[in-house]
């Protein structure tokens, strides 16, 4: 074992509010993640997860799973380097991360995942452990660049699919679930620090004394220590959930239909109209094809009749559109 200095050196009993903070987090992404299973499967107007409000969610949860992660790897430890516990954990969370590689390869082929937060979790893990024994301001610092590294450093060499791990390039690979190690790593950084700073603290107040003893509160701290096992059961099932109930009460009517606005609306610009009259008839359109039950988003073919009726309409909406801004 590698001791730290005794100023730095927290407590290393459990503390369930940490757990019950893990608990917190898994709750944000499995909300998170049903929301984008029900997009996914057509059961909202749009993926409201894919959305920029969803980006950002998304992002400040996987944060918080990083954050504690470096809190947690001060919690164990926090007075040396406790070797077995440490690759034990390690080896844990790269079978899990193999495990999602080789799920989304076959479920999602042109968008697998490759480096989603397990993986940034796994190789954070060893990253981290040297900022353990340095000095905090020296993690801080280190913390503070890597954040934002990639606000300053963009190359095209880093583009290449051996590096997309970095997050350095120009570039945003296709896939699920992609969190590279910059600005990432940054965040359990910032876990470290809170946790060498803080942890001797919340030692000694009443909240660091806190006990579940509720079913709310016990199920919590439950989950929030075999979080691993949470988050490789919870997405399958989620997904198993939204994809029956797709099949018994079919598609959202209007799934698809800010997309097919969106497209309607780059393609007749395109052609070289007004973009008033265009979003106006794309509106319109889009209404149309809903009434006359002509609104495709999942790759139906339409009948020789049902293409000439769905052109006609597209082309009366344009019509009218440029007639009331001729007007």
């Known amino acids: 074992m590698v001791a730290l200095p005794p100023s730095d050196a927290p407590a290393t009993r459990r503390l369930p509010i940490i757990d019950a903070a893990r608990a917190v987090a898994l709750l944000a992404m499995a909300c998170f993640h049903a929301l984008w299973d029900l997009g996914n499967v057509r059961l909202t107007a749009e993926n409201y997860a894919a959305t920029p409000t969803g980006r950002h969610a998304a992002e400040w949860i996987a944060g918080s799973f990083l954050i504690l992660v470096g809190v947690g790897l001060v919690l164990m430890n926090g007075?040396?380097?406790?070797?077995?516990?440490?690759?034990?954990r390690l080896g844990r969370i790269a079978?899990?991360?193999?495990?999602?590689?080789?799920?989304?390869?076959?479920?999602?082929?042109?968008?697998?995942?490759?480096?989603?937060?397990?993986?940034?979790?796994?190789?954070?893990?060893?990253?981290?452990?040297p900022f353990l024994f340095?000095?905090?301001?020296?993690?801080?610092?280190?913390a503070a660049a890597i954040l934002a590294?990639?606000?300053?450093?963009?190359?095209?060499w880093l583009d290449s699919p051996a590096l997309w791990f970095l997050g350095l390039g120009r570039l945003t690979p296709h896939t699920n679930d992609y969190v590279p190690l910059f600005p990432w790593f940054g965040l359990v950084l910032v876990g470290i620090v809170l946790g060498r700073l803080g942890l001797p603290l919340l030692a000694r107040l009443r909240l660091g004394a806190w006990a579940?003893?509720?079913?709310?509160?016990r199920g919590a701290t439950f989950a929030g220590r075999h979080s691993l096992a949470v988050?490789?059961?919870?997405?399958?099932?989620?997904?198993?959930?939204?994809?029956?109930?797709?099949?018994?009460?079919?598609?959202?009517?209007k799934a698809g239909l800010k997309a097919f606005r969106a497209d309607y609306l780059a393609m007749c610009t395109r052609g070289g109209s007004e973009v008033a009259p265009c979003r106006v008839?794309?509106?319109?359109?889009?209404?149309?094809?809903?009434?006359?039950?002509?609104?495709?988003?999942?790759?139906?073919?339409?009948?020789?009749?049902?293409?000439?009726?769905?052109?006609?309409?597209?082309?009366?909406?344009?019509a009218a559109a440029e007639g009331d801004g001729a007007r």
Not at 117 to 127: D, Q
Not at 134 to 142: G, H
Not at 149 to 156: E, I, N, T, Y
């Open 95 to 129: 079978a899990g991360a193999l495990a999602v590689t080789v799920a989304t390869r076959l479920v999602f082929p042109d968008a697998y995942v490759f480096f989603g937060i397990l993986h940034c979790i796994a190789v954070s893990s060893v990253l981290g452990l």
């Open 212 to 217: 579940p003893r509720g079913v709310i509160g």
């Open 231 to 253: 988050y490789l059961v919870h997405q399958p099932v989620l997904f198993g959930l939204a994809f029956g109930l797709a099949q018994v009460v079919g598609p959202n009517p």
């Open 281 to 318: 008839a794309a509106r319109c359109t889009g209404e149309a094809l809903l009434r006359e039950d002509l609104f495709r988003d999942d790759g139906r073919p339409y009948t020789v009749e049902q293409r000439a009726r769905a052109q006609a309409l597209s082309r009366g909406c344009y």
């Open 134 to 142: 340095l000095p905090w301001p020296v993690t801080l610092a280190a």
């Open 149 to 156: 590294a990639p606000l300053v450093v963009h190359a095209d």
């Open 79 to 88: 007075r040396g380097l406790r070797l077995r516990p440490t690759l034990l």
